[in-house]
């Protein structure tokens, strides 16, 4: 995780690389002066407290707390809506998702799990979570009413039946789906 100053965007200026477990890539999402990063690459969650950039940043792991404490390890992608951050594809359950509380931000707080498939990836909007289910080949709508208990509403194949991901339009009338398979077409 690389965190670079671009005040001038033509000349820009790796201040910090944040420790990690090695990975070709990871998923990173803020909330407010904090930064998420997860990996498939495992090490949990890495928080990072950029509020005293550009002179210093401070950093720690988050492997879960409650009955997920010390477990989570790899995820595939995050989300933050919110207050609250989303784990997708990690190394608990199937895979679904985790949701944790952003109350305190440095210390996310575990309050439930949708594990009903595993999910790639995901777009949180209002209460209802639209998890793209790659290996089901679809989406699915998932009440977040009660985080403690998500709820699968339903859910709907995908053109290439395998999702890679979802996304609203701007005007949140529509929602798009991607297939992670060659010359796959949008679904909306």
Request: charged fraction near 15%; include cysteine.
């Amino acid at each position: 995780l690389a965190i670079v100053d671009v005040t001038d965007p033509a000349n820009p200026v790796l201040l910090f690389t944040v420790p990690a477990n090695q990975s070709l890539w990871r998923e990173v999402r803020t909330y407010g002066h904090y930064a998420y990063s997860g990996t498939e690459g495992g090490g949990g969650i890495t928080i990072v407290d950029l509020s005293d950039l550009p002179n210093s940043y401070t950093s720690q792991v988050y492997t879960g707390d409650g009955p997920i404490a010390g477990q989570l390890s790899s995820s595939h992608s995050v989300c933050v809506y919110e207050d609250h951050l989303y784990i997708f594809g990690s190394n608990i359950g199937v895979g679904g998702a985790i949701v944790c509380s952003l109350n305190d931000p440095w210390n996310p707080t575990f309050l439930g799990l949708y594990d009903e498939e595993y999910c790639h990836d995901g777009y949180v909007y209002n209460d209802t979570l639209y998890s793209a289910e790659v290996y089901a080949g679809q989406f699915a709508m998932v009440d977040l009413t009660d985080k403690t208990n998500p709820v699968l509403v339903g859910a709907q194949q995908t053109p290439g039946q395998f999702c890679h991901n979802t996304w609203f339009s701007d005007d949140y009338q529509y929602l798009y789906t991607t297939d992670e398979q060659p010359n796959a077409p949008i679904g909306v």
